[in-house]
């Protein structure tokens, strides 16, 4: 069975991730390329749409980054058993193939799986943990 002792990356973390990650998910597709308009210009509808320099990206892709290579394995594996590609108790061997599959690509992997922040939670919870337990300052 696997221990929250065991996990390598401290919650704040994965919290912090959760949160970028659900607002990064929340983006639309950008309707116009060419419009000029700033937010206060559109009713802020342009911040719910998904720009290249969008600050959430650039805020999510960054803490995935300083993640170390243990942290990114165990960010991975979450993903994994959130999405129920493995169970709890089977944490050592899904770790482990997360593990084999690392490359320096984790965060353009990581970013490009849909849901998420659900698969994360989902493996928090199964774990007992719960985002909701920090404040918001607590996130880092």
Known sequence: MAD???LTIPLEKLCFIIDK????????VLTDPGDSSNASDDGMRSVLEDHSNDPVYAELTSAIWALNEDEQVD???LIWLG????A?????????????DH???????VLGIPLLSDYLE????QFGLS??????????
């Not at 990650?21 to 639309?28: I, P, T, V, Y």
């Not at 490359?103 to 992997?109: A, E, I, L, P």
């Not at 985002?131 to 880092?140: E, H, Q």
């Open 131 to 140: 985002c909701a337990d920090l404040d918001d300052s607590d996130l880092a």
């Open 4 to 6: 929250v002792d065991k």
């Open 88 to 100: 709890l108790n089977n944490w050592e061997e899904l770790r482990a193939e997360a593990a084999r």
């Open 75 to 77: 960010l991975v594996t």
């Open 122 to 125: 989902e493996a928090l919870s």
């Open 83 to 86: 999405r129920g590609d493995g």
């Open 103 to 109: 490359t320096s690509r984790t965060g353009d992997y």
């Open 21 to 28: 990650a659900r607002q990064f998910d929340g983006k639309d």
